[in-house]
């Protein structure tokens, strides 16, 4: 009965152990890459500004470099509204693709960016006329003005739709099988969790002691935590030394080191906790003393 007892407990414990393992993982992607929070803000920590900028440089003529100057300071400008309306953009995606509502539809004013660039762009024609501009008085550089925003801001429409009519079948295709997966990842997280907690009841039946459950449950708890603790400081060290041998943009360089740290934080302070517990449990299968039966 006992060789039986101790097989039931080691294979309760070993399903204990890769259950824990699969489900911190399930937590990690549940708080970061499934979550609009954690996304909108990554993207309120990175510099727009100077991504931009290496964008615009590399798309616009050297004839034409003073709209480089201007659109730089219009994307400086307007990075508050970018970030506030990449946050409604990412906030209605997910909210489709966690299944929370039926349809992906937004609408984005594109006024502010109108009344953005008229001033953006008469200050940096004022300041720095192109060279066809140069000894114009200045009410001639103003119409110049004038004319050149009319003709941009004829191009902007007043709302743009966000929807899927904007993409592409294939792509729509691939966005609903999204949806589909995180579905099932959902399910499967709360049936994992269920799971997790009939091994752990388990273990306390086969045992039907507190010092033999709080020992086992506690080890499989220490055992787990700190492995996995350990792996997430190695996937750092590992990730750190990776990204200081690649050529990064310098906007990049402080935001991606932070970005692994957040990616891999629920993970470490998941595997913290269960450390701590599983501590905890052994200490107490130590020092509990069972109540003396009286007769």
């Known amino acids: 009965m006992n060789v039986l007892k101790g097989v039931a407990l080691g294979i309760l414990s070993f399903l204990l152990f890769l259950s824990l393992s699969v489900f911190g993982l399930a937590l990690t992607l549940n708080y970061t890459i499934l979550n609009p929070d954690f996304v909108v ?3 309120y920590r990175l510099d727009v500004s100077a991504l931009a900028e290496e964008v615009l440089a590399e798309q616009i003529p050297e004839e034409e470099e003073f709209m480089v100057g201007f659109l730089d ?11 506030e309306q990449v946050s409604v953009v990412t906030y209605s995606s997910y909210d489709y693709l966690l299944g929370k509502s039926q349809s992906l539809s937004v609408t984005i004013p594109l006024e502010p960016v109108k009344e953005s660039l008229r001033e953006t762009l008469r200050e940096a024609i004022i300041k720095s006329p192109p060279p066809q501009l140069e000894g114009l008085p200045p009410a001639e550089i103003e119409q110049y003005s004038n004319q050149l925003y009319q003709e941009i801001s004829q191009q902007i429409p007043s709302t743009f739709e966000f929807n899927e009519s904007l993409l592409t079948p294939e792509i729509w295709a691939q ?53 996995w603790y350990a792996s997430t400081f190695v996937a ?36 913290l906790g269960l450390l701590i517990a599983g501590v905890v449990l052994i200490v107490v299968s130590f020092v509990y003393k069972p109540r003396q039966t009286s007769f």
């Open 73 to 83: 300071k219009a994307v400086a400008d307007l990075e508050p509204w970018i970030k």
């Open 236 to 271: 750092k060290h590992f990730a750190g030394t990776q990204m200081a041998q690649l050529d990064i943009p310098p906007y990049l360089q402080g935001w991606l080191p932070q970005l692994l740290d957040n990616l891999i934080a629920p993970l470490g302070m998941f595997s």
């Open 41 to 43: 803000s990554e993207v």
């Open 175 to 227: 966005f609903q099988q999204i949806r589909q997966a995180i579905g099932y990842f959902q399910l499967g997280y709360k049936l994992l969790i269920g799971f997790i907690l009939l091994l752990i009841l388990g273990i306390v039946l086969i045992n039907r002691e507190v010092k033999g459950a709080t020992r086992g449950i506690g080890i499989t708890f220490l055992s787990y935590g700190v492995l």
